[in-house]
């Protein structure tokens, strides 16, 4: 089991995360800009584990206080505070494994989209501005409407990217934790721009089907 720190933790999908590892009885730590907003995210995984009958190991604190608490990070802020973010926090972070799953979605003509970032992809931007850490992309594709529904167990692959292979195994047994969720590493850094790009597709479909879709990758045991 481990500590893991979200940083942002306050949104949908860091709380999502947080819940779903909780329930694999992970200490989570909520890590938002403000103290009051963390410990009432913290607050929202206590009562939602209860609703499923378990305790959760659950901490709140300004996102400076959790990175130093954490083993690992993972970074759910909004693209546009991804850069400011992890610039503020490259000291705490240091080496730490640090797990994004920021996406630069943009709309076009109301159409979902990915933003062109210099280094390639947010994961790429995150490696770039944390040059000691050993970042790993991953759960970009994993709606936080699912994630936060914890009485249906969710289905789906999550595609990991990284260059460090101590780094990737431990998140690859992260979600080894969370049933029905399959780890599936895909390869490098570099791949990072597509594991995102397929969040926009998944917004796509979703509008189209009216649901809440994930990736499901076929032929690989
Ligand atoms: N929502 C999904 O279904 C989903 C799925 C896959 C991936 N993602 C990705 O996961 C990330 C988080 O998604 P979300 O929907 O949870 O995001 P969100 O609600 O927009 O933001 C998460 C938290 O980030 C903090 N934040 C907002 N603006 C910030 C800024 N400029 N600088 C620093 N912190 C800021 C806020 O916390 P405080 O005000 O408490 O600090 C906010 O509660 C995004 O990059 C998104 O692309 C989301």
Redesign the pocket.
Known sequence: MATIGFI?G?????LGLAMRLALADDRVLIG???PD??EAAAQQVREALAAVGREADVGGGVNRDVVREAEIVVI??????HE??LNDLREEIGGKIVVD???P?AFVGGQPGIAAVEQGSATEQAQALLPEARVIGA???????KLQALEDEMAGDVLITGDDAEAKQAVMELVERMPRLRPVDAGALAMSSFVEGL?ALLLSINRRYKSQAAVQVVGIE
């Open positions: 942002g306050t949104g949908p999908e860091g938002s800009r403000r907003r963390a759910v802020v909004p693209f546009d505070g400011a973010t799953a920021a996406v979605l759960f970009h594709n994993l709606s936080a409407r969040t």
